[in-house]
C-alpha cells in the first residue's frame, strides 16, 4: 500500500464549505476595507523607494524573529505559535493544490514527512497557546493590559488545533491506516479515544460513534477556521497583515532623523489656516494611522521607555492606541486635550528606546514630535520653559541665551585656528552650544582639541560663527525655525568648504549627519570616539603603561547608541586602558536608560515622577564603578546632577576623553 489518505474522508456534501467560505471572505474583505478608509483619510506619505530591498528586509526580520526574540520568554512563544500556524498554513495550501489543481501530492515518502512535521509544528503551536495563556492571565506584565479580544484569539487559536488532532486522531482510529505512527500526536489522540470507549478495543456500535464524532468536528473545526479568518480585521489578528505591511513600508530615513514638513507649504498654509504637525489623527500621513493597527499591545515600548519607568505621564503604547481609538471615533477631534494631555508628550526624551524594541517598526517618536509641532507651529503653544529656550535660540542662537561672543571663551589662550581667519582647515571642529556655555563641559572639549593637536590633525573651528545646530528646535517641535538655523549653518559650512566635521556631541552629531542632508548639507561627519578609534594607535600609545586600576562603566548616550548604532567604538576606546576593569550595566546597549536630557528636557525642570537621570545613576552604581564613562555633553550633565542629587562621594562623571587624557 502507498502512504495517502482521502482528503475528504468521511465528508459527504463537503462542497457546501465554498459557501462558508464565501461569507467569511465578504466579512473579512468589508473588515479591511473599513480599515483602509480610514487610513487613507490622513494625509500622503510620500513615495516608496527601494522596493526590493524593503521586501528582503521585511522578509528577514519576520522569518527570523529577530526583534520579537529581543525578550526571549515571550520571543520564543511567539516564535511557536507563529512557525506552528505558518506550518499549518502551508500544509492546508498543499491539501488545496491536490484537490483543485489535481496535483497528487500526498502519496507515498512525501505524505509521510508531511503527517509527521505538521504534528509537530501544530504540537508546537499549541504548546505556544498554552503558555501564552498562562504568561497572559497568571503571570501578568505591568504593561500588558488583557482585553476580551485577547482570550477570544486565544480560545480560538487552541479550539481549531484541538479539533484538529482530535479530526485526526478519530479518523486513525477507525481507518487504522499502517503508518499512522507518522502522525504521533494523531495516533496517541486515537488511542485515547478507543482506550476511552473501550480498553479491550472499540466495538462496531464504537466505531461508529467515532465515525459520527469525525464529521461533526470536521464541520465544527471548519466553521471555528473560517470564523478565525473573518474575524481578523476586526480584532488584533489584523497584525498579521498589517505587521509585514508596516515593516515594508517602515522610514527609509536615518534612524536619528525625523520627517521635515515643507516650509514652503508652511507658509502658504498658514495663510489657509492650515495645520502644521498634528492636531487630529487626520493630520498624520496614512502610514503613521497604519501603525495603530500594526500594535499588536505588547508592551515592549513602555517596558523600555524611561519616562514609563520614571512614573511620568507617558506611555508610547497609548499614544499610539490613542491615535487608533480617535481614528476610528472621529478623525477630526482633537487630540492634544482629549485623549492625550500634554503632560505625555512632553514627558518624552525622544531616546528611541519605545521604537528600538518595537518588533514591528511602528514609530513613536515621529508621532509625538508631530503631537508638539501642532499646538506649537499651527497656535504657538509650548511649555513657559521651552518657549524661552526657542526665544534664546532665535536670539542669541544658543538655548541658553548668552552672548555669541562667548563661543570663544572656552579657546582662550589657545593656538586654535578660527576658519575666519584660516579656511583650509581640513578639519572642522563643531563645538556645539553645551561644549561651548557650559563650564563643566568646557574641559572635554579643550582635552579633544588638545588631542587634535598632539595628533597632528589640521583642524579649525567657527568660533563666534558657530550657531546652535537646531536639535533642541527640532525635537521640541519647531520644524520652521529649525530649518532655518540649519539653513543658514549649511550656508556658513559651504562658505569654508567644509567636507569633514568632527563633534564631541552626540545631538550635534545626530542634526549634521542625519538632517543636514535633508537641506542639501551632505558633510562627512564624525563623533569625536569614532575620530578617535581611526587614530587607534596615537591612542594607544597615549594610554600604554598609564593609569590607575580603576572600574568603569560606560553609559550609552540615546543619540549615539539608539540613533546612530554606535555601541562598540567607545567600548573600544575603552578597552585600550591597560589597568582598566569594565562593568557593563543591566541597561547597556540598545537597552540603555536615557539619561533625561534629550527632547528639549536639558531646559526643562523634572516636576512629575522620579528624575530620570538618578534612577540612571542608580544603575551605574549598581556595577561599584571609580569613574561612570559617557560622550556626550547633556548625559555629562545630567549624570553628574544625579550623582550630586544621590550625595554619592568616591565615583566620578568622566567623558571619555577625560579618561584618556587623565591616564
Same mark, same amino acid.
Given at each position: 500500500?502507498?502512504?495517502?489518505?482521502?482528503?475528504?474522508?468521511?465528508?459527504?456534501?463537503?462542497?457546501?464549505?465554498?459557501?462558508?467560505?464565501?461569507?467569511?471572505?465578504?466579512?473579512?474583505?468589508?473588515?479591511?476595507?473599513?480599515?483602509?478608509?480610514?487610513?487613507?483619510?490622513?494625509?500622503?506619505?510620500?513615495?516608496?523607494?527601494?522596493?526590493?530591498?524593503?521586501?528582503?528586509?521585511?522578509?528577514?526580520?519576520?522569518?527570523?524573529?529577530?526583534?520579537?526574540?529581543?525578550?526571549?520568554?515571550?520571543?520564543?512563544?511567539?516564535?511557536?505559535?507563529?512557525?506552528?500556524?505558518?506550518?499549518?498554513?502551508?500544509?492546508?495550501?498543499?491539501?488545496?493544490?491536490?484537490?483543485?489543481?489535481?496535483?497528487?501530492?500526498?502519496?507515498?515518502?512525501?505524505?509521510?514527512?508531511?503527517?509527521?512535521?505538521?504534528?509537530?509544528?501544530?504540537?508546537?503551536?499549541?504548546?505556544?497557546?498554552?503558555?501564552?495563556?498562562?504568561?497572559?492571565?497568571?503571570?501578568?506584565?505591568?504593561?500588558?493590559?488583557?482585553?476580551?479580544?485577547?482570550?477570544?484569539?486565544?480560545?480560538?487559536?487552541?479550539?481549531?488545533?484541538?479539533?484538529?488532532?482530535?479530526?485526526?486522531?478519530?479518523?486513525?482510529?477507525?481507518?487504522?491506516?499502517?503508518?499512522?505512527?507518522?502522525?504521533?500526536?494523531?495516533?496517541?489522540?486515537?488511542?485515547?479515544?478507543?482506550?476511552?470507549?473501550?480498553?479491550?478495543?472499540?466495538?462496531?456500535?464504537?466505531?461508529?460513534?467515532?465515525?459520527?464524532?469525525?464529521?461533526?468536528?470536521?464541520?465544527?473545526?471548519?466553521?471555528?477556521?473560517?470564523?478565525?479568518?473573518?474575524?481578523?480585521?476586526?480584532?488584533?489578528l489584523i497584525h498579521i497583515f498589517t505587521g509585514p505591511l508596516n515593516i515594508f513600508l517602515h522610514s527609509a530615513r536615518p534612524k536619528g532623523a525625523l520627517k521635515p514638513l515643507d516650509i514652503e507649504d508652511m507658509r502658504e498654509e498658514t495663510l489657509e489656516g492650515g495645520?502644521?504637525?498634528?492636531?487630529?489623527?487626520?493630520?498624520?500621513?496614512?502610514?503613521?494611522?497604519?501603525?495603530?493597527?500594526?500594535?499588536?499591545?505588547?508592551?515592549?515600548?513602555?517596558?523600555?521607555?524611561?519616562?514609563?519607568?520614571?512614573?511620568?505621564?507617558?506611555?508610547?503604547?497609548?499614544?499610539?492606541?490613542?491615535?487608533?481609538?480617535?481614528?476610528?471615533?472621529?478623525?477630526?477631534?482633537?487630540?492634544?486635550?482629549?485623549?492625550?494631555?500634554?503632560?505625555?508628550?512632553?514627558?518624552?526624551?525622544?531616546?528611541?528606546?519605545?521604537?528600538?524594541?518595537?518588533?514591528?517598526?511602528?514609530?513613536?517618536?515621529?508621532?509625538?514630535?508631530?503631537?508638539?509641532?501642532?499646538?506649537?507651529?499651527?497656535?504657538?503653544?509650548?511649555?513657559?520653559?521651552?518657549?524661552?529656550?526657542?526665544?534664546?535660540?532665535?536670539?542669541?542662537?544658543?538655548?541658553?541665551?548668552?552672548?555669541?561672543?562667548?563661543?570663544?571663551?572656552?579657546?582662550?589662550?589657545?593656538?586654535?585656528?578660527?576658519?575666519?581667519?584660516?579656511?583650509?582647515?581640513?578639519?572642522?571642529?563643531?563645538?556645539?552650544?553645551?561644549?561651548?556655555?557650559?563650564?563643566?563641559?568646557?574641559?572635554?572639549?579643550?582635552?579633544?582639541?588638545?588631542?587634535?593637536?598632539?595628533?597632528?590633525?589640521?583642524?579649525?573651528?567657527?568660533?563666534?560663527?558657530?550657531?546652535?545646530?537646531?536639535?533642541?528646535?527640532?525635537?521640541? /517641535?519647531?520644524? *520652521?525655525?529649525?530649518?532655518?538655523?540649519?539653513?543658514? &549653518? #549649511?550656508?556658513? %559650512? @559651504?562658505?569654508?568648504?567644509?567636507? !569633514?566635521?568632527?563633534?564631541?556631541?552626540?545631538?550635534?552629531?545626530?542634526?549634521?549627519?542625519?538632517?543636514?542632508?535633508?537641506?542639501?548639507?551632505?558633510f562627512k561627519v564624525w563623533h569625536h570616539t569614532e575620530f578617535l578609534y581611526r587614530n587607534k594607535a596615537f591612542v594607544q600609545s597615549l594610554v600604554s603603561e598609564k593609569g590607575n586600576k580603576k572600574?568603569?562603566?560606560?553609559?550609552?548616550?540615546?543619540?549615539?547608541?539608539?540613533?546612530?548604532?554606535?555601541?562598540?567604538?567607545?567600548?573600544?576606546?575603552?578597552?585600550?586602558?591597560?589597568?582598566?576593569?569594565?562593568?557593563?550595566?543591566?541597561?547597556?546597549?540598545?537597552?540603555?536608560?536615557?539619561?533625561?536630557?534629550? /527632547?528639549?528636557? *536639558?531646559?526643562?525642570?523634572?516636576?512629575?515622577?522620579? &528624575? #530620570?537621570?538618578? %534612577? @540612571?545613576?542608580?544603575?551605574?552604581? !549598581?556595577?561599584?564603578?571609580?569613574?561612570?564613562?559617557?560622550?556626550?555633553?547633556?548625559?555629562?550633565?545630567?549624570?553628574?546632577?544625579?550623582?550630586?542629587?544621590?550625595?554619592?562621594?568616591?565615583?566620578?562623571?568622566?567623558?571619555?576623553?577625560?579618561?584618556?587624557?587623565?591616564?
Amino acid at each position: 500500500m502507498v502512504p495517502s489518505r482521502e482528503v475528504f474522508w468521511n465528508i459527504p456534501h463537503h462542497s457546501l464549505m465554498y459557501a462558508l467560505f464565501a461569507l467569511c471572505l465578504i466579512f473579512f474583505c468589508y473588515g479591511f476595507y473599513r480599515r483602509l478608509k480610514l487610513w487613507f483619510s490622513g494625509k500622503e506619505e510620500g513615495p516608496i523607494s527601494h522596493l526590493s530591498r524593503r521586501l528582503l528586509t521585511t522578509a528577514w526580520v519576520i522569518f527570523s524573529h529577530k526583534n520579537v526574540l529581543m525578550e526571549i520568554r515571550p520571543g520564543i512563544i511567539h516564535a511557536s505559535i507563529f512557525f506552528g500556524f505558518l506550518a499549518l498554513f502551508i500544509g492546508t495550501c498543499i491539501i488545496n493544490l491536490q484537490v483543485h489543481l489535481k496535483w497528487h501530492i500526498l502519496y507515498g515518502d512525501f505524505y509521510l514527512y508531511y503527517s509527521l512535521i505538521l504534528d509537530i509544528f501544530g504540537a508546537l503551536m499549541l504548546l505556544g497557546i498554552l503558555l501564552a495563556s498562562i504568561m497572559r492571565y497568571f503571570f501578568k506584565h505591568r504593561h500588558i493590559k488583557n482585553i476580551g479580544d485577547d482570550a477570544v484569539i486565544l480560545g480560538l487559536l487552541f479550539s481549531i488545533i484541538i479539533t484538529g488532532f482530535l479530526i485526526e486522531g478519530s479518523r486513525i482510529a477507525v481507518a487504522e491506516p499502517p503508518w499512522e505512527r507518522f502522525s504521533p500526536v494523531g495516533y496517541a489522540t486515537a488511542t485515547v479515544i478507543k482506550n476511552l470507549l473501550s480498553p479491550e478495543g472499540p466495538s462496531p456500535t464504537d466505531l461508529k460513534a467515532i465515525t459520527k464524532m469525525h464529521a461533526l468536528l470536521w464541520w465544527f473545526h471548519l466553521v471555528l477556521a473560517m470564523g478565525f479568518i473573518a474575524y481578523i480585521p476586526y480584532s488584533k489578528l489584523i497584525h498579521i497583515f498589517t505587521g509585514p505591511l508596516n515593516i515594508f513600508l517602515h522610514s527609509a530615513r536615518p534612524k536619528g532623523a525625523l520627517k521635515p514638513l515643507d516650509i514652503e507649504d508652511m507658509r502658504e498654509e498658514t495663510l489657509e489656516g492650515g495645520v502644521f504637525g498634528a492636531l487630529s489623527p487626520k493630520d498624520f500621513s496614512w502610514k503613521q494611522l497604519l501603525d495603530g493597527d500594526a500594535c499588536t499591545r505588547c508592551g515592549r515600548c513602555d517596558s523600555q521607555c524611561p519616562a514609563t519607568l520614571a512614573e511620568k505621564p507617558l506611555k508610547p503604547q497609548k499614544i499610539i492606541l490613542d491615535v487608533k481609538a480617535q481614528m476610528e471615533e472621529d478623525m477630526n477631534r482633537r487630540l492634544m486635550g482629549g485623549r492625550i494631555n500634554a503632560e505625555e508628550v512632553w514627558a518624552c526624551t525622544t531616546c528611541r528606546a519605545c521604537e528600538e524594541h518595537c518588533p514591528l517598526f511602528i514609530e513613536h517618536l515621529q508621532k509625538i514630535i508631530d503631537l508638539r509641532r501642532g499646538p506649537g507651529l499651527t497656535e504657538g503653544k509650548y511649555p513657559g520653559e521651552i518657549l524661552r529656550t526657542i526665544k534664546n535660540i532665535k536670539a542669541q542662537k544658543n538655548p541658553y541665551g548668552l552672548a555669541k561672543e562667548g563661543r570663544e571663551d572656552w579657546m582662550r589662550g589657545l593656538d586654535i585656528k578660527k576658519l575666519s581667519e584660516d579656511p583650509k582647515a581640513n578639519i572642522l571642529f563643531w563645538v556645539g552650544c553645551s561644549s561651548a556655555f557650559d563650564d563643566r563641559n568646557q574641559k572635554v572639549v579643550l582635552n579633544f582639541a588638545n588631542l587634535l593637536k598632539r595628533m597632528g590633525i589640521d583642524f579649525g573651528v567657527l568660533g563666534r560663527e558657530e550657531k546652535c545646530c537646531g536639535d533642541p528646535l527640532r525635537r521640541v /517641535g519647531n520644524e *520652521m525655525d529649525f530649518q532655518l538655523l540649519a539653513r543658514e &549653518n #549649511i550656508e556658513t %559650512l @559651504r562658505k569654508y568648504n567644509t567636507r !569633514e566635521i568632527v563633534t564631541c556631541c552626540p545631538h550635534c552629531f545626530n542634526t549634521l549627519k542625519n538632517e543636514y542632508p535633508q537641506f542639501g548639507g551632505d558633510f562627512k561627519v564624525w563623533h569625536h570616539t569614532e575620530f578617535l578609534y581611526r587614530n587607534k594607535a596615537f591612542v594607544q600609545s597615549l594610554v600604554s603603561e598609564k593609569g590607575n586600576k580603576k572600574t568603569i562603566t560606560y553609559h550609552d548616550p540615546c543619540y549615539l547608541g539608539r540613533h546612530n548604532d554606535i555601541y562598540d567604538v567607545p567600548r573600544h576606546l575603552l578597552g585600550l586602558l591597560p589597568k582598566a576593569n569594565l562593568r557593563e550595566m543591566g541597561r547597556s546597549r540598545n537597552r540603555s536608560f536615557c539619561c533625561g536630557g534629550g /527632547g528639549g528636557h *536639558m531646559w526643562m525642570e523634572q516636576r512629575i515622577g522620579k &528624575n #530620570i537621570n538618578e %534612577l @540612571r545613576i542608580d544603575q551605574a552604581l !549598581e556595577t561599584r564603578p571609580d569613574i561612570i564613562a559617557t560622550a556626550c555633553p547633556f548625559c555629562l550633565t545630567m549624570l553628574t546632577n544625579g550623582l550630586k542629587a544621590k550625595g554619592v562621594e568616591g565615583v566620578e562623571i568622566l567623558d571619555i576623553i577625560e579618561i584618556l587624557e587623565g591616564t
